[in-house]
């Protein structure tokens, strides 16, 4: 069979990687600036405390020390935030949480800055801290906030949850917990911010949605937002951490101190207690099914960890909560979710954004209920799967991705009796074990979710993609150019995308949730076209012919009697009159009133899915309850493949990720301190990951996705967890319910 | 203030700094040098900020400029040779090795120094090798491609 792609599809090199191998990409700590000064941050050492009193005398007598800030010289919005605007810049009469920016120091030398900092007098009153959710929703934990602790309480039902646990033959019950993660994006949040003439100032950031920074950075400075430029450096990855504000506002608030060019970088230290990380949760968990596997009714209870300030908190209960069924149909449910306030670091987003927890209470609970029933796993899945057609518990009904499920099924199959084949090393215990999961696309319903993107064909045949949302080095931009090149005929070496940059560019929206190719991918299909006929027309206007009788392909324009003209040609005489060649198009996420029910919180539902499957084979010591993930294999549905390696990449990447979350990474609290460092935060290295690894791609379309595509950024990571989990089950009988599965909870001795 | 001077991607070089600071500082800071990254806070945790120092791969957040005088360095600016990629780069770009690109200069010269030293390294040599390079976007597996297709000269150079 040929392949009806020119480009679309293929394994072709990414054209930043040139850069990156050879050390002139520019990240935004690399952007050389002239009478650059050094931005510092002075953090809280307390989980919570009243600031009694801030003295700067003796910081300002540091030589070389040039502003030292603090929220009374913000000139104008001293709190912010992505959802609710509860957190501060600096803070303001009380810290609620160790790491909380208390002041600002710019000056000349890193060196006078480290002395201002260590010099500036803060007075505190220590106050009683939360850091458990459930304590803290309690209504005498110690309020955090004016409206109290609780920020969401979501509580949605379906069918009726006493029924359905009479119709249950059996009936389990149990608590999952899920600890902080750090996304692990290899550069640290990072801002430079030049002040410029005329009130303006140009500002680099690190940044999953650069529109959001500028709109922060405008209204902490009391500034038009058209005199904010905020431009995206090169970006070292992002992982839904980068949603959040890094640094911008600071970077903003210095330069504008100095009317001058500052630079914050945050050390690894800084970014783990002071930027979001994944939720941490609690999971009690209630499943009916009947004797034949068929299940009946969930009951749910959730409280999330959103740390000191709201972050993507409320957003990502959504997401959470509406997987909290998984792939599954169940026809009698009741979840509460109970997002709260503690004094721990912010929570916000992440890749997942809430799967990864709500997946490893299903999937675990899932496989408990088939050794509880004594079916197969695999077999207890294929009769609960959702069908086409079918409705999820929050009454949005699967269009025919749902088709993946089962396929995604009959493989796992496959290679869980492959992976059992593998003989055992000698001393160790093995075990097969799989998790299924489905993770939504987009925003969610009843909220802004367009992405506009424009594109540009030059006088010299290049067509530039003006793209509105960042590349955050998954490879958006080599994925929006693979699309763009095969809605034009055009060679991939011809579509080039540009860095984002507000002051010109469109505002695609963030790049996040699982949708920004897809999102731009459409955009820019529709603009191609605009492209074509905007040319077709003006071609017809030089010709002198009427516009029906030419036809675009591939770089050429035909004419009737089949004389092919280079497109080239038409762009310069174009020029010559000052023409360029534009268009423009905007992407709305689809919410069809007739699948997406209307009575849920805003932000939900989220109506599109993406479904895969993950077969783990483990090895673990019985003595020392170590835990080797020996064999691997991912099955996911992609709709339809843009890039062969970006997809492979993603899903690898996603793996590694998961595999963390299963096996190493919690960000532990001692006492006074958090965990801080990649000392003793772990995240998996080359060594720790399966040798034997299998990516298994399906395409089953997407009718609402360019050419059929739809989302692979975030479910790679989503039944990891779970599937590892269920292994170590199987290999030696210990069901861990508190990730990650260390040793000692393999041996049994804690939890 | 010391000065000290060495060898850098073949060439003279001589700095004058506070003998506080790091290979790291240097190389970003006063040689303009940023292909370098800090990832881990300069504790020598992340390998982004790998250099070969005589032939050796070494975090250079960890080399205090006291330790480089008279000493061989390579940064990733000085792996091209007349213009040409090396070998590694080359493949890099070819496996679909690279995402972020913020561990990919670090992730390089390992490789290129333990190639250096063992041209035909197994997968468990190189997984042993790349260890000390975090890495969060690819899982490593394309990177382990990639240094496969360097040392089995499956490129055009």
């Known amino acids: ?154 509580n949605i039902k379906d069918g009726d949850i006493e029924k359905g646990f009479q119709d249950a033959d059996h009936i389990l019950e149990d608590t999952y917990t899920l600890p902080r993660i750090h996304p692990g994006y290899m550069e640290p949040e990072t801002s430079l911010a030049v002040w410029g003439e005329d009130q303006t100032i140009t500002v680099w950031v690190s940044s999953q949605h650069p529109f959001t920074d500028q709109g922060f950075i405008a209204a902490a400075l009391d500034l038009p937002v058209e005199n904010v430029r905020v431009k995206s450096g090169v970006i070292g990855g992002a992982f839904g951490g980068k949603e959040d504000s890094s640094l911008s506002i600071m970077a903003a608030l210095g330069a504008w101190a100095i009317k001058g060019a500052v630079r914050l970088v945050n050390t690894r230290r800084e970014s783990f207690v002071a930027h979001p990380k994944r939720h941490p949760a609690q999971i009690h968990y209630k499943l009916g099914a009947m004797s034949d596997g068929t299940f009946t009714a969930l009951k749910a209870e959730v409280h999330m960890d959103t740390g000191a300030y709201a972050s993507y908190g409320p957003a990502v209960a959504a997401i959470l909560t509406e997987t909290l069924a998984g792939a599954y149909r169940i026809p009698n449910v009741q979840v509460e979710n109970f997002v709260v306030y503690t004094n721990s670091p912010l929570s916000g987003a992440m890749r997942g954004f809430g799967s990864p927890q709500s997946h490893f209470a299903v999937e675990s609970m899932v496989d408990s209920m088939a050794e509880e029933i004594g079916i197969d796993p695999v077999q207890i899945r294929r009769a609960n799967i959702l069908k086409v057609g079918e409705k999820m518990f929050t009454g949005v009904t699967l269009n025919e991705t749902a088709n993946a499920l089962p396929i995604c099924l009959d493989k796992a199959q496959e290679i869980m009796d492959r992976f059992r084949a593998v003989e055992v090393s000698p001393g160790k215990k093995a075990g097969v074990g799989m998790a299924l999961a489905a993770q939504s696309m987009g925003l969610g319903a009843n909220v802004p979710d367009d992405s506009t993107h424009r594109l540009e064909w030059a006088p010299d045949g290049k067509v530039l993609i003006h793209l509105g949302a960042p590349d955050l080095g998954q490879g958006l931009a080599m994925a929006v150019e693979q699309i763009t090149a095969e809605a034009l005929g055009l060679p991939y070496s011809q579509v080039e995308s540009l860095p984002l940059d507000t002051l010109d560019r469109p505002n695609g929206n963030v790049t996040c949730a699982s949708r920004m190719t897809y999102m731009a991918g459409n955009a820019l299909i529709d603009a191609s076209e605009k492209l074509i006929q905007d040319l077709l027309a003006h071609a017809a206007e030089i010709l002198e012919v009427p516009a029906k009788m030419l036809v675009y392909k591939e770089g050429q324009i035909i004419k009737e009697d089949g004389t092919k003209l280079p497109v080239v040609e038409f762009l310069g005489r174009l020029a010559e009159k000052s023409i360029t060649l534009t268009s423009e198009s905007t992407f709305s996420f689809p919410y069809p009133e007739e699948t997406t029910p209307q009575d849920l919180p805003i932000g939900m539902p989220h109506v599109l899915y993406c479904f895969g499957a993950q077969v783990a084979r483990v090895e673990v010591d019985p003595d020392l309850g170590t835990v080797e993930v020996t064999h691997f294999a991912a099955i996911h549905d992609v709709g339809k493949v843009i890039s062969q390696s970006g997809v492979e990449g993603q899903i690898e990447g996603g793996v590694a990720t998961g595999l963390g979350y299963a096996l190493y990474e919690t960000m532990l609290r001692k006492d006074d301190q958090w965990v801080d460092s990649f000392t003793e935060y772990l995240l998996p290295t080359s060594k720790d990951l399966p040798t034997h690894y299998e990516s298994i791609i399906l395409e089953i379309p997407e009718a609402s996705g360019p050419y059929g595509a739809k989302g692979i950024g975030e479910i790679p990571l989503v039944p990891t967890a779970p599937a590892v989990a269920n292994a170590v089950k199987n290999a030696v009988g210990v069901r861990v319910k508190k990730l990650p599965i260390t040793p000692e909870r393999v041996l049994g001795f804690i939890d | 203030m010391i000065t000290v001077s060495f060898l850098l991607n073949g060439k003279k070089a001589s700095v004058t700094s506070l003998p506080n600071r790091t290979l790291l500082d240097v190389l970003r800071e006063n040689l303009g040098l940023t292909g370098a990254k800090d990832a881990c806070g300069g504790e020598g945790e992340c390998g982004a900020c790998t250099v070969i120092m005589n032939g050796n791969p070494v975090n250079s957040c960890m080399i205090f400029i006291g330790q480089i005088e008279g000493t061989q360095i390579t940064t990733i600016e000085g792996l091209m040779e007349k213009g040409e990629f090396h070998r590694l780069q080359k493949a890099f770009v070819e496996a679909g090795a690279v995402q972020c690109g913020f561990c990919t200069p670090g992730a390089i010269l390992m490789a290129k120094a333990l190639l250096d030293n063992n041209p035909h390294p197994t997968d468990h040599e190189i ?12 899982g490593y597996n394309k990177m382990i491609d990639a240094i496969h297709l360097a040392e089995q000269g499956g490129l055009d150079d």
Not at chain 1, 14 to 34: F, M
Not at chain 1, 57 to 85: H, M, N, Q, W, Y
Request: with cysteine; charged share 25%.
């Open chain 2, 127 to 138: 997984r042993e090798g790349l260890s000390g390079n975090l890495c969060r976007c690819t």
């Open chain 1, 1 to 154: 069979m040929t392949d009806r792609f020119l480009t679309v599809g293929k394994s072709l090199h990414r054209k930043d990687a040139w850069d990156k191998t050879s050390g002139k990409a520019l990240y935004t700590a690399d952007i050389p600036v002239e009478n650059l000064r050094v931005g510092m941050i002075v953090r809280s050492p307390h989980h919570y405390a009243r600031i009694l009193d801030i003295d700067k005398k003796r910081s300002l007598e540091i030589p070389g020390v040039l502003a030292v800030l603090t929220s009374d010289d913000i000139p104008g919005d001293k709190v912010f935030g992505p959802l609710i605007p509860d957190q501060p810049s600096l803070a303001r009469d009380v810290v609620r949480h160790l790491g909380e920016p208390v002041v600002l120091i710019i000056a000349e030398t890193k060196r006078a800055a480290q002395e201002a900092a260590n010099q500036i007098q803060v007075s505190y009153e220590p106050l009683g801290a939360v850091f458990d959710p459930v304590q803290a929703a309690q209504e005498d934990a110690p309020q955090l906030h004016q409206d109290g602790n609780v920020i969401t309480a979501l």
